[in-house]
């Protein structure tokens, strides 16, 4: 019998979720069944989910241990933060050329950074919800839907990472990176793509050095 994609995704969304808040940290061995049993599905989209989710390298598959959550390091962060800059800053030059074409996007933008500016700094599940969310419409702007797919890819990962880290650092380090939002809309809008792709380094450089402090 084939379960719907849609079950699916509930089954990783949901997998992934708990990884992300730590209910299941990092050597958890992933047992099916009874993740099956607390999500009130079948073990089939399980399996499925798990398996996908050490594709996006999140779990390991491990000889008579079977599916266990992957440890994650500060060199992982940085990876993750090396990928995503690299992703953002090819975006900027063709986000600014685009960003009169599409109000709508900056529209959502502004929404999310309004939010994260004043988020209550404990709600870490929202903020890096609504970071993904700015980011991803920045990202979108350029104009390339691989782009999209990849950026999201990356954050699929990269979300368990900036959870971690979010949860690690001090609190007006924090809100500092989420003001930025605001600055970074700005600059879009003025179409400054040389200023747009310095401040995306200089905020998106937060997680690498969340990372430094998490280990401090």
């Not at 962060?77 to 992703?87: G, K, L, N």
């Not at 605001?182 to 450089?205: K, N, T, V, Y």
Request: glycine content about 4%; aromatic content about 6%; hydrophobic content about 40%.
């Amino acid at each position: 019998m084939e379960y719907p994609e849609q079950l699916q995704d509930y089954a990783l969304n949901e997998i992934r979720r708990r990884i992300q808040t730590g209910e299941y940290p990092g050597g958890y061995h992933l047992v099916s069944k009874t993740i099956a049993d607390s999500l009130g599905i079948s073990s089939t989209p399980v399996i499925s989910a798990i398996n996908r989710l050490a594709m996006m390298g999140l779990v390991e598959l491990l000889p008579r241990r079977g599916a266990v959550v992957r440890k994650h390091t500060a060199a992982d962060i940085r990876h993750f933060s090396d990928t995503r800059i690299m992703m953002e800053r090819y975006a900027a030059r063709h986000a600014c050329r685009n960003v009169d074409k599409m109000p709508e996007v900056t529209r959502e933008m502004h929404k999310a950074a309004e939010e994260l500016a004043t988020i209550p700094l404990d709600n870490i599940e929202r903020i890096s919800e609504l970071e993904n969310r700015f980011h991803s419409l920045f990202v979108s702007l350029a104009g390339n839907p691989q782009l999209d797919r990849l950026y999201n890819f990356n954050w699929g990962v990269g979300s368990v990472y900036h959870i971690y880290t979010v949860k690690n650092v001090d609190p007006e380090n924090l809100r500092t990176s989420l003001l930025e939002h605001r600055e970074i809309l700005r600059i879009l809008l003025s179409g400054d793509s040389d200023q747009l792709e310095r401040i995306l380094l200089a905020h998106l450089r937060f997680v690498d050095r969340a990372a430094d402090w998490a280990q401090t």
